[in-house]
């Protein structure tokens, strides 16, 4: 009995070893493949122009990682299950442990283990890394307005995110921007005043009667300005130079509270989305009834959709267990196009259900009918291989 024991054990490290080998690398490649497309479109575009450093790019990668976890896990341990029981089914293996004694569902049981810890890593992922990740990833991105105003500049493009002002800049060095131009503009977009200097640095200030405004020290400037109400340009512009000067523009639009830019719902905690499944999400003030219905429930089903997700790794390896024993295929190729084909199937039904915005027809519930269509199939082709 005790031999026996040890000899189920010595199956149960196999088959997680196999699975686990085989769902590590290929959730590698997915990672790599989803986190290249980023780097190419993003990370590469922003270390190039001056947008970040080179030591921000590195960690901009960093942060794509966890958000990209979620849509790897499923697909990598369904892929890695497809490859070792197609394996082990190819070389009899699976064969002669049922003539063991273990059914389909016992051999399968260290991987399904190991999906089920995997779900429960991808939902932490989803409701606590990847939003926190995501954010800081945008953070580091697009810049902060309110931190450093001279991150917004790419060196090279016309800025117009200032009101009033156009401004450009040959490069950028952490605060400091050299050979910068700057081109305020009337209402209509008449110009009224050029500047250029050797260097310039952009500060957040407070003016006296507490708005934010945009303050900018020059060196070695020139100033160009037209006289008031010349719209014909018939009198000169005044000129003045300076070793150094300093201008303040209103720019409380762009200095706001939080980043410059608008979070989005799915990059939200699991708290935060609490609180939104509360009190609604975007809803404005003194709403109707419904308006805060479809609120409360387009944040409750952002919930749902994370833990759904997660659960996909479960269910899609465990539909992965009869598939891979009744195909019965080792080649890594016929099992990765099978994986493919099962994970668009099971997006494609995410997507449909992910339309259903009526409060009334439940969307919190419809996110998970893609993950009980397939366990339901597993269970079914589970148990018709275990006849057999």
């Given at each position: 009995m005790v031999g026996l024991?040890?000899?189920?054990?010595?199956?149960?490290?196999?088959?997680?070893?196999?699975t686990a080998v085989a769902g590590g690398g290929a959730t590698g490649a997915f990672v790599f493949v989803l986190v290249a497309g980023n780097i190419l479109n993003q990370v590469s575009s922003a270390v190039a122009s001056g947008r970040v450093s080179?030591?921000?790019?590195?960690e901009l990668i960093a942060l794509l990682i966890p958000g990209v976890l979620p849509y790897a896990l499923p697909l990598g341990l369904l892929t890695g299950v497809l490859l070792a029981f197609g394996r082990?089914?190819?070389?009899?293996?699976?064969?002669a442990m049922k003539a063991g004694g273990l059914s389909l569902g016992r051999?399968?049981?260290p991987a399904l283990l190991l999906a089920a810890a995997c779900a429960l890593l991808s939902a932490w992922l989803n409701l606590?890394?990847?939003?926190?990740?995501?954010?800081?990833?945008?953070?580091?991105?697009?810049?902060?307005?309110?931190d450093n105003p001279a991150s917004v500049i790419v060196p090279g493009q016309l800025n117009r995110q200032f009101p009033g002002m156009v401004i450009r800049a040959s490069a950028r060095e952490g605060e400091v921007l050299r050979d910068f131009w700057l081109w305020r503009v009337d209402d209509r977009g008449r110009l009224v005043q050029s500047v250029h200097a050797r260097e310039a640095r952009l500060a957040r200030a407070v003016s006296k009667a507490g708005e934010g405004v945009l303050r900018i020290t020059l060196t070695d400037a020139r100033l160009d300005s037209r006289p008031a109400g010349d719209q014909a340009?018939?009198?000169p512009s005044s000129f003045a130079t300076a070793t150094t000067s300093t201008l303040e523009f209103p720019a409380a639009g762009v200095f706001k509270d939080g980043d410059n830019f608008q979070r989005k719902l799915r990059w939200l905690t699991t708290q935060e989305l609490l609180d939104a499944t509360e009190k609604g999400?975007?809803?404005?003030?003194?709403?109707?009834?419904a308006t805060l219905e479809r609120g409360r429930m387009v944040a409750k089903t952002q919930l749902m959709a994370h833990l759904a997700s997660a659960f996909s790794v479960f269910s899609l390896a465990f539909l992965a267990v009869p598939l891979a024993v009744r195909v019965g295929r080792s080649e890594t190729f016929v099992n990765a196009a099978l994986a493919l084909a099962i994970a668009l199937s099971y997006y494609l039904l995410s997507s449909m259900a992910s339309y259903v915005k009526d409060p009334a027809l439940r969307p919190d519930l419809l996110v998970w009918l893609p993950n009980l269509t397939v366990l339901a199939l597993g269970w079914f082709l589970l148990r018709r291989a275990s006849r057999h």
């Open positions: 024991d040890a000899d189920v054990r010595l199956l149960d490290r196999h088959v997680l070893t196999e080179g030591w921000e790019g590195l082990m089914g190819s070389q009899q293996e699976i064969t051999i399968a049981r606590e890394v990847a939003p926190a990740a995501n954010t800081e990833y945008r953070r580091l991105l697009v810049g902060s307005a309110k340009f018939l009198q999400w975007e809803v404005p003030a003194g709403a109707d009834a």
